[in-house]
């Protein structure tokens, strides 16, 4: 497809999230300072919000990667839509726990004396919930309980809650603040700037194996910018079709019109801020929170474009 015509190995903007294209901003690398800190010092709660798009899940799975690498046990929930017993099949499963009763009060004894093993081995387990703005008051309860599997110094189970900022406003809730009060480490992730979308947009191509002649012009990355309000997901949506488009007109580098093209195809134009004199940083919070009101429905339309274009190509 395109990656020829740009000298590329692979496609660098897909939406998957691969941890080999983590873009180390400063609020992400603060990010994942905190959760291996966090995690090595045993500090129990640590919570990681932001907005849908903004790299938590690719954050995660970079953290994730070191965990394995450093031969920590591991337990991944990203199904966050889940009962208490759920919560607890699953913790047994990733953590290869073996439990014979199915009784929650034996469930808990059982996982209390693996981390007990493995504390006493100097081993650490980590529990990773993803989503977790969707866990019920219940289940969420659940999880502060499990902050009581400690030794008189320790924590046994290092726990990370992830979500979007709906998370948060949850955890104000009266009921839930107990376990407001054990968080100890919070980290967020953002938007890029316009400095970052185009490090960010360089660095992808980078390491899907671009030379160094342009892809992209200057203005097209500062077209992605503003049509993307700086979220990652759109950017890649952006530049993925944008190339597309400058693939089948054999145009390189990528034109800042082929972006607005795109944008204007899936309605971006409409919410996305103009840049100018009246440009505020509330402006700037207003549009995007409505691009991420219909990021769900921009995904669709674009995954509906790039099948169309397949076809096309095919026939």
Same mark, same amino acid.
């Given at each position: ?192 700037? /316009?400095? @970052? ?6 660095? =992808? $191509? #980078?390491?899907? *194996? +671009? ?79 409505? /691009?991420? @009101? ?6 669709? =339309? $674009? #995954?509906?474009? *790039? +099948? ?8």
């Amino acid at each position: 497809m395109y990656q020829k015509f740009f000298g590329l190995r692979e496609s660098p903007f897909n939406v998957n999230p691969d941890p080999r294209y983590l873009f180390l901003t400063r609020q992400i690398q603060e990010a994942l300072a905190a959760l291996t800190y966090g995690i090595q010092n045993r500090k129990g709660f640590i919570l990681l919000t932001g907005e849908v798009g903004t790299g938590k899940t690719t954050l995660l799975n970079r953290l994730l990667g070191w965990l394995r690498g450093q031969r920590v046990a591991t337990a991944y929930i990203f199904n966050s839509r889940l009962s208490v017993n759920d919560l607890f099949d699953l913790m047994l499963a990733e953590f290869e726990i073996q439990c014979e009763s199915r009784e929650k009060s034996q469930i808990v004894l059982r996982l209390n004396q693996w981390l007990l093993d493995r504390y006493r081995a100097g081993e650490t387990a980590v529990l990773i919930i993803d989503e977790a703005q969707n866990l019920s008051p219940d289940v969420l309860e659940e999880i502060r309980l499990l902050t009581n599997l400690e030794t008189s110094t320790e924590k046994l189970l290092q726990i990370v809650l992830t979500g979007q900022p709906e998370l948060e406003e949850k955890l104000k809730s009266p009921q839930l603040r107990q376990l407001r009060q054990r968080i100890t480490l919070r980290c967020r992730t953002a938007p890029l700037t /316009l400095e @970052e979308t185009f490090g960010y947009v360089t660095e =992808r $191509l #980078r390491i899907a *194996g +671009a030379n160094c002649e342009p892809i992209f012009s200057k203005e097209a990355i500062e077209m992605v910018h503003t049509y993307s309000c700086g979220i990652p997901r759109v950017v890649n949506l952006l530049c993925e079709h944008s190339m597309i488009n400058a693939y089948v007109d054999s145009v390189r580098p990528v034109p800042a019109h082929l972006v607005e093209e795109v944008a204007r195809e899936f309605q971006l134009d409409e919410i996305a801020p103009v840049a100018g004199a009246g440009f505020t940083a509330a402006g700037q919070a207003a549009n995007t929170q409505s /691009l991420l @009101e219909n990021l769900d429905e921009l995904l669709g =339309r $674009l #995954r509906q474009m *790039g +099948a169309a274009a397949a076809r096309e190509r095919k026939s």
